[in-house]
């Protein structure tokens, strides 16, 4: 169904389209140039998801015209919620998420799990206090979008069920590493036509499942998705990585905690097998999970402080915790902010110049856009290494950083494994988001010391945080005009 050009209500905007949007499945495709909006014609892309028109590019960053002083309170963590959906929908009897993201890629997960045949309810008419059932898991067609969480963590359910399930995504999605869990599933018994998106699995009742050796050096969620439903296989799991080091170890950890949680017996390679991990088979208990709130979204929040020499603070910080997004602490303060953390409460201060760092983020790899926005703000070089898999994440991250802190006059290369960011006064001008909702927040954070950041579809920051812009503006309060 084509939507022609013509006036259209966008986000609670009138936009008067002068290109032609195409309709396909589910989503409205890309087909505008310019569009105008209230009064001023811009040259960018309507994005859509689940079928309605939801942003409009450009998004003028606004500019912090004085230090910020906030508290932000974030919403859930999409990597716990995604896991606790998983676990609820294979448990052997009805789970609560409370506090649950939704966002895109939460969104993708249960939709994806209701067509498999799960209950998900939301209990009392709140959309993050979710109530899950498990039902018999039947065929179903799966949209992944541009979730890696949906599109690992899932196909092993889908083993599951009985009947076939078929995959896909966004285009962009096509390209991001997805053979290797594919492939490790078939040597679990699974019968999988395709070694990337679009794909199928066809699911017989039951798995396998036994010993099977992966290189995990791409993703961490290779492993995490077979952990993850592993119990339900008959044989359990037993995963022997063997490549170079699996990045993003955290998010095993959360994986192997939450499994533990729901009273599945789990052996880490801490436990004494190096790069092995081995779940036993047996029922997943039902649990009511509590979600964190999302520490990696809260990063380009507390960035605010640090590159205008603010304090901002982000209420109910775990103290204790295996997100990634816990190590902003120690890397703010490297580069010379004053952290500190009392009753919960996370409380960051930038200091008047921000200093360079050298840092592997191999391990928190979802930090990068991020440090890399603080780096180019700082004043002396950073090194950030041990990221060669973020390749492969929503866009190439360390091209697409590079190219976009470069188009703002930074000096920006690409190593090997990372990036080297030297310090330049930065300039005006558009940058490019490539779909990825850190690109869209890292863009964000430049935008409040650089005037006249225009950023290219901020709407897609909807794959883990929507209504982004508006928290942002509200964290900047009175003093963030638009530049
Ligand atoms: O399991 C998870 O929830 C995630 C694992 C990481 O993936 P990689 O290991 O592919 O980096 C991380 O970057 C991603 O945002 C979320
Ligand atoms: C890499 C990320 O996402 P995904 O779960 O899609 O891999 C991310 O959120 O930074």
Not at 91 to 117: E, F, K, Q, Y
Not at 139 to 163: I, N
Request: proline share 6%.
């Amino acid at each position: 169904m084509p939507a022609h050009h013509g006036q259209h209500r966008v986000g609670g905007r009138d936009v008067v389209v002068l290109g032609r949007l195409a309709r396909t499945g589910a989503r409205l495709v890309d087909r505008v140039q310019f569009h105008r909006q209230q009064g001023r014609v811009h040259r960018g892309r309507i994005s859509a998801a689940h079928g309605t028109i939801v942003r409009v590019s450009l998004w003028r960053a606004p500019l912090a015209e004085s230090p910020v002083h906030a508290t932000v309170t974030l919403p859930g963590s999409k990597s716990i919620t995604n896991r606790a959906l998983i676990l609820a929908a294979i448990a052997a009897g009805p789970s609560t998420v409370t506090g649950a993201l939704r966002s895109r890629d939460t969104d993708l997960m249960i939709d994806a799990l209701r067509a498999l045949g799960v209950g998900i309810d939301e209990v009392d008419g709140s959309p993050t206090t979710l109530r899950v059932t498990p039902g018999p898991l039947g065929a179903a067609t799966v949209d992944c979008g541009l979730a890696g969480t949906v599109m690992r963590f899932l196909p092993p359910v889908a083993a599951l069920a009985d009947g076939l399930v078929s995959f896909d995504g966004d285009e962009q999605a096509r390209t991001r590493p997805l053979g290797t869990i594919l492939e490790a599933l078939r040597g679990l018994g699974v019968s999988i036509d395709g070694d990337g998106l679009p794909f199928a699995v066809t699911g017989h009742g039951a798995v396998a499942g036994g010993e099977v050796t992966i290189d995990a050096s791409g993703s961490s969620q290779f492993v995490s998705g077979l952990l993850l439903s592993a119990a339900r296989f008959e044989r359990g799991v037993t995963v022997h990585h063997d490549g170079t080091s699996v990045p993003s170890m955290p998010h095993i950890d959360m994986t192997v905690e939450m499994l533990r949680a729901a009273g599945v017996r789990v052996q880490t390679p801490a436990d004494g097998e190096a790069n092995t991990w081995r779940v036993w088979a047996g029922p997943v208990t039902a649990v009511d999970w509590v979600v964190e709130p999302d520490l990696s979204n809260a990063t380009p929040f507390l960035s605010a402080a640090a590159v205008t020499a603010g304090t901002v603070s982000v209420p109910l910080w775990p103290s204790s915790t295996t997100q990634p997004g816990d190590a902003i602490r120690g890397i703010l303060t490297e580069m010379g902010c004053t952290v500190s953390l009392h009753d919960s409460l996370l409380t960051v201060t930038g200091p008047t110049t921000l200093r360079g760092i050298d840092v592997d983020l191999h391990d928190v790899g979802e930090l990068t856009p991020t440090v890399a926005a603080l780096a180019a703000l700082a004043d002396s070089p950073s090194t950030l290494r041990g990221i060669a898999h973020l390749r492969g994440h929503e866009t190439d991250r360390l091209a697409a950083l590079s190219a976009e802190i470069n188009g703002l006059g930074g000096a920006v290369t690409e190593t090997e494994d990372g990036l080297r960011i030297e310090p330049r006064r930065l300039h005006a001008g558009t940058w490019r988001s490539y779909a990825d909702h850190r690109m869209a927040t890292a863009g964000a954070i430049l935008g409040l010391v650089v005037p006249g950041v225009d950023i290219d579809d901020v709407g897609t920051t909807a794959k883990t945080l929507p209504g982004f812009e508006k928290l942002w503006e509200t964290m900047l309060g009175p003093i963030g005009a638009p530049s």
